[in-house]
């Protein structure tokens, strides 16, 4: 069974920083375009960013540009997403999954539980 485990959430002041880790489990990550998702309350899951498994090339949303740094570990499995100039319209919870643009690949693995990032203004 696949799992993806995120961790590294938590509650931050406007302007801080916080670095998410998503650890798979059962599959590789090697050979996918990986990318991080955000559900905020009461708004559909979005797109944040992304990395390509092939070129190591990466894809940002606009609101995260400059902010945010997606990275993988292809020996440890983890894919990381390292969030600078925290803002509180980055609250929600954060998910990873494979990617293909902006678009999950959920045939990589179900949803995991995800990581709550607060940021206070």
């Known amino acids: 069974q696949v799992q993806l485990v995120e961790s590294g959430g938590g509650l931050v002041q406007g302007g801080g920083s916080l670095r998410l880790s998503c650890a798979a489990s059962?599959?590789?990550?090697?050979?996918?375009?990986m990318g991080w998702f955000r559900q905020a309350p009461g708004k559909e899951r979005e797109f944040v960013a992304a990395k390509s498994w092939a070129d190591g090339s990466t894809s940002y949303a606009d609101s995260v540009k400059g902010r945010f740094t997606i990275s993988r570990d292809n020996a440890k499995n983890t894919v990381f997403l390292q969030m600078n100039s925290l803002k509180p319209e980055d609250t929600a919870v954060y998910y990873c999954?494979?990617?293909?643009?902006?678009?999950?690949?959920?045939?990589?693995?179900?949803w995991g539980q995800g990581t709550q990032v607060t940021v206070s203004s």
């Open positions: 059962g599959r590789s990550i090697r050979y996918w375009n």
């Open positions: 999954n494979a990617a293909q643009g902006t678009a999950p690949r959920t045939e990589f693995a179900s």
